[in-house]
């Protein structure tokens, strides 16, 4: 099985690779749209902010590609707000899979924005590995994608929200899921093992 991580500027593509080698997982680091649509799975990963980033998908034409895979994605963090319709960092439309708005945290008594650090999952439904739920994994963000029907795992953080997301072949987590020790191996692992539809 081969894997494409779309190479874009992106914060966290190396950690995503180091990750993926100790799993033994071969990838493609790579921006080529013939690459990207011939890998078995897909990382879409994302440490940056909104508009930047999508107007350099768009420059590529990243942008209709990454929307018209039917292999199984994976987007990780901004890679996940980004398969939202739209952004309310700098009011960014965004690639719209899933139909949701992303919203900013707002602070609320000892509750500092951005959202950093360990947190707990509650797993809701599907994907991923059941023993995930309870487990802590590791987040920065100051962004967030409210629960909906997509919604696979919820964390609280002065609201609840989605910490991963399912549509059809598209997955996405809001956690760093290449920084959160063995909980996180299992929600690649998780990933690997999908059935794509």
Wanted: proline share 5%; glycine share 6%.
């Amino acid at each position: 099985m081969r894997l494409a991580i779309i190479k874009y500027n992106a914060g966290n593509i190396q950690s995503v690779s180091f990750a993926l080698e100790r799993l033994g997982i071969a990838f493609d680091i790579t921006d080529d749209h013939e690459t990207i649509a011939k890998a078995d799975r897909v990382i879409f990963p994302g440490v940056g902010e909104a508009r930047n980033t999508m107007a350099y998908l768009r420059e590529r034409k990243l942008d209709a590609l990454i929307k018209s895979l039917r292999q199984p994605v994976l987007g990780i963090c901004l890679g996940m707000q980004l398969l939202c319709t739209h952004s309310e960092e700098y009011d960014t439309p965004c690639l719209g899979v899933f139909d949701q708005t992303v919203k900013r945290f707002i602070p609320t008594g000892d509750l500092k924005v951005p959202h950093m650090g360990w947190n707990t999952l509650q797993v809701t439904s599907g994907w991923l590995d059941p023993l995930l739920n309870g487990a802590h994994v590791y987040f920065v963000h100051s962004y967030y994608v409210p629960t909906n029907e997509w919604t696979s795992a919820i964390t609280d953080y002065t609201v609840p929200f989605s910490a991963a997301m399912r549509k059809e072949n598209f997955f996405a987590v809001q956690f760093h899921p290449e920084k959160s020790a063995e909980a996180g191996v299992r929600v690649l692992k998780s990933f690997m093992n999908a059935n794509p539809h």
